[in-house]
């Protein structure tokens, strides 16, 4: 054990040998890859979709190049957003230090516009941090910024802009700081879970910043069921660190297991301060740590709890009005159809910033778009994303089987709520298909949208098929290329 920790330490730099190891590469600067995970030592984080952001040696510094760039961000296989953030994705990746490191973190500005960077919950000293004007020039385009910090503190933390607008666009990222004396009990798995919300209008790629009415809700980037599933082994002790940079407050929800929040963004919560439970409201800013023993086999639903944060590029088709021809009553024509009225020229008067439409009946101005939900829209949908499954047994795009829906449907108010939201006929399986869902029920993919993924709690040998394939894939950057190196 003791051959394999000092070589694991002098190798990767994580834990009590850091210090030694930064000695080792001194003379040697390259890129090094994120470390293996060994008990005795902090497994390193794994942030699913996004990754590492990796680093160069300069003395006893580890230094990180971070871009801040514009990028065209699939989020669903049904759509592809532009938003700000670092070295091709947003949110940025993953900074992983480790408590008495010295960090450099050099900031470009590829952007069309003047930035700059707060490292959130540092207890660092003013010129780093990262108000512009206030504490420090803003980094203008083409230009760049120097920030340099000793770690002294332990747990999660991230970086972010901190013009509001630009940090509605996507510019944020993790920076995990690993305590030097590894936390107790020791975890197996360790992930990072970014939770953001844009409002892009139909037919629009460019998130509203200003926009308060939020379609499309993302883990790490990504909507249900494009979200990369956490892997486990059935027994594995996990943490799973949530933080959150947006405009809301989300209700984070685990099935089949009872977890304890074990951290904050101000690092580790004392054992005796752990609270038990199932939920844990991660409110904006903060960061909630939780931990619980895999000991339930499954597919799990990990999930925002809010209903609309579980569901993709919203309309309002729900209740009798999709179902009835003509105008509502009770409103006038341009409110009948979900219009938005205003001076001069609805929807983009002045008065007005764009917004989604919300027509009462799916008659309004989201109706005409590529929709994962809503009987108006389907068959375009269905058209426009390759590997949807057109043809799946017993079933037509739009239709439900037969005895899915009551023979005196029409006469129950309310109805339909999810009869032609959810279900096998919007599943997408093969549009999102990676490793990471091998094995997963066939039509998964229709009920799984917005702020949703699985945790797999996978017995021994579904666990090492599932890695297996992870493995074959060979996917450059790979999030959990961690857990494959000590697979
Ligand atoms: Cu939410």
């Not at 594995?236 to 949530?242: A, E, G, K, P, T």
């Not at 844990?280 to 931990?291: D, F, K, M, W």
């Not at 990676?434 to 009920?447: A, H, I, Q, V």
């Not at 949703?452 to 017995?459: A, G, I, Y």
Request: hydrophobic content about 35%; overall charge negative; some cysteine.
């Amino acid at each position: 054990m003791s051959t394999r920790r000092t070589f694991i330490q002098r190798v990767l730099g994580l834990g009590a040998g850091v210090i030694a190891t930064t000695k080792l590469h001194a003379d040697t600067p390259k890129r090094h890859a994120a470390p293996i995970s060994a008990p005795g030592f902090n497994t390193p984080v794994v942030t699913t979709d996004i990754g590492d952001l990796p680093f160069t040696l300069d003395g006893g510094t580890k230094v990180f190049h971070l871009v801040a760039e514009v990028i065209k961000q699939p989020i669903s296989p049904i759509k592809t957003i532009d938003v700000w953030g670092f070295n091709g994705s947003a949110p940025g990746p993953t900074i992983q230090v480790n408590q008495g490191d010295h960090v450099r973190v050099i900031l470009e500005n590829r952007l069309p516009e003047p930035t700059s960077l707060h490292w959130h919950g540092f207890e660092d000293t003013i010129p780093n941090d990262g108000m512009p004007v206030i504490s420090q020039p803003p980094v203008k385009p083409g230009g760049r910024f120097v920030y340099e910090f000793d770690i002294h503190q332990e747990g999660t933390y991230f970086y972010h802009s901190h013009m509001a607008m630009q940090e509605m666009a996507g510019m944020l990222g993790g920076f995990i700081m690993h305590p030097r004396e590894p936390y107790r009990p020791y975890c197996d798995k360790d992930f990072l879970i970014h939770l953001q919300e844009y409002a892009v209008l139909p037919n629009n790629t460019v998130p509203n910043t200003m926009n308060m009415e939020f379609n499309w809700l993302l883990f790490n980037g990504k909507a249900g069921p494009a979200t990369t599933p956490l892997i486990v082994r059935l027994g594995d002790r996990v943490r799973i660190r949530f933080v959150n940079l947006g405009m809301d407050h989300h209700p984070m929800h685990l099935h089949g297991h009872t977890f304890y929040v074990t951290g904050t963004e101000g690092g580790r919560i004392p054992e005796t301060a752990w609270w038990p439970g199932n939920t844990v409201l991660v409110g904006v800013a903060q960061a909630r740590s939780v931990e619980f023993i895999a000991n339930n086999p499954g597919d799990w639903m990990l999930h925002c709890h809010l209903p609309h944060h579980m569901m993709n590029q919203m309309s309002s088709n729900a209740g009798k009005m999709t179902r009835t021809t003509g105008m509502p009553a009770g409103g006038d024509m341009n409110t009948g159809m979900g219009m938005l009225q205003g001076e001069p020229g609805a929807p983009l008067g002045e008065d007005y910033g764009p917004t989604l439409g919300r027509g009462l009946g799916g008659v309004g101005n989201a109706s005409d778009t590529p929709s994962t939900n809503g009987p108006l829209s389907q068959q375009k949908t269905m058209a426009a994303v390759p590997g949807m499954q057109h043809d799946m047994e017993g079933m037509q795009m739009g239709q439900m089987e037969q005895d899915d829906i009551a023979k005196n449907a029409n006469d129950v108010p309310n109805f339909p709520q999810d009869a032609y939201m959810e279900g096998p006929m919007m599943a997408m399986d093969q549009a999102v298909e990676r490793p990471e869902n091998y094995g997963l029920n066939t039509g998964w993919s229709g009920f799984m949208q917005g702020m949703m993924t699985f945790v797999r709690v996978l017995p021994p040998e579904k666990y090492d098929e599932v890695i297996s394939r992870m493995k074959q894939s060979k996917r450059a950057n790979d999030p959990y290329a961690s857990i494959l190196e000590s697979a």
